[in-house]
């Protein structure tokens, strides 16, 4: 996927960085919970269940990192009178991300 920034420098601290990495980590942890649940043959609504939880759970990570984008990267390049460009790559995400 192509980016309108030339440098894919980020604002993200080490802190932020950790949290998103932990949350994924966990997720991670979930989808190898729902395969053993597939393995041992469990209840279809339980499975159900956890893998909608999944994706709950990635949805809030993608949210977190795109209220992030807005608030520092589509800001700065409005600032910087790129606003349009940033806003239009914004946008295609969005839809991507709304399937």
Known sequence: MSNIYEEHNTHRT????????????????????????????RYCIDVMVQISAVNAALKKVGFTM??????????????KGSGEESVHELMNVIKQFSK
Do not use: F, T, Y
């Open 66 to 79: 795109m209220e992030d984008h807005v608030n520092h990267c589509v800001a700065d390049a409005i600032q």
């Open 14 to 41: 080490k802190q932020e960085q950790a949290s998103l990495v932990n949350r994924l980590k966990k997720i991670e942890g979930q989808v190898r919970g729902i395969q053993k649940m597939v393995e041992e043959d």
